[in-house]
């Protein structure tokens, strides 16, 4: 059964065009978060079956959220997105728990890609 996608990013057309790309794929997308600390807020509501993080946000950041959502639920599975040049926050996210992470401007194939292979 699906439970669908929590889309978690400050700028509101990136969350629309993740949306898209993810509806035309058939996916659900059931929640949205402007940041972190909504973001888990919302984990908890929902209990997605993946998230799709973005690093850089106001208040509580994408790692941050992925380290309390890991807390919450270990078997969280959650894709970061960031932009280019990100590297070692790339990094740090993985280390606290993410499985992937798309690069922005993201491939529509790209995103689909990763969520399948992290629902696999």
Do not use: W
């Amino acid at each position: 059964m699906s439970k669908g996608i929590l889309i978690v990013d400050d700028a509101a057309f990136m969350r629309m065009m993740l949306k898209d790309v993810l509806t035309k794929n058939g996916f659900e997308v059931i929640g949205e978060a402007e940041n972190g600390a909504v973001a888990i807020e919302k984990y908890k509501e929902l209990e997605p079956q993946l998230v799709i993080m973005d690093i850089t946000m106001p208040e509580v950041d994408g790692i941050q959220a992925v380290r309390e959502i890991k807390k919450i639920d270990p078997n969280a599975k959650i894709v970061m997105c960031s932009a280019m040049g990100q590297q070692a926050m790339v990094i740090e996210s993985i280390q606290a728990g993410a499985l992937d992470f798309i690069v922005k401007p993201f491939q529509p194939e790209r995103v689909i890609e990763a969520i399948n292979k992290v629902l696999g």
